[in-house]
């Protein structure tokens, strides 16, 4: 059974960085897309960043490109979304997914899920 459990959340300043890693398990996942979305009180789930899980074809929204990078930590066996200079409008619970096949931005076309990791950022 494919888990995905999210790390590295918790409270950072304005400005500041933070690197969020999510560990799959439960199978083999060459093939997969792995993806990161947000999502804020009282907002829908958005879509962060995708990456096959071979490390290639990394994709971040148009909004947070320049600030977030996704990439593939082989000795963790995980998927990072480093963030950096980190927004108030950055808070949000961050959440991981997985699907096999293609990269996809929708929530939809994911069927796997962590429980999400909090990212506070304070001013």
């Known amino acids: 059974q494919v888990q995905l459990v999210e790390s590295g959340g918790g409270l950072v300043q304005a400005g500041g960085s933070l690197r969020l890693a999510c560990a799959a398990s439960?199978?083999?996942?060459?093939?997969?897309?792995v993806g990161w979305f947000r999502q804020a009180p009282g907002k829908e789930r958005e879509f962060v960043a995708v990456?096959?899980?071979?490390?290639?074809?990394?994709y971040i929204a148009d909004s947070l490109k320049g600030r977030f990078t996704i990439s593939r930590d082989n000795a963790e066996t995980a998927v990072v979304l480093q963030m950096d200079s980190v927004k108030l409008e950055d808070t949000a619970l961050y959440y991981c997914a997985a699907r096999w096949g293609a990269r996809a931005t929708s929530v939809d076309a994911y069927d796997y899920w962590g429980q999400g990791t909090q990212v506070t950022v304070s001013s």
């Open positions: 990456i096959r899980w071979s490390g290639g074809s990394p």
């Open positions: 439960g199978g083999t996942f060459a093939g997969y897309a």
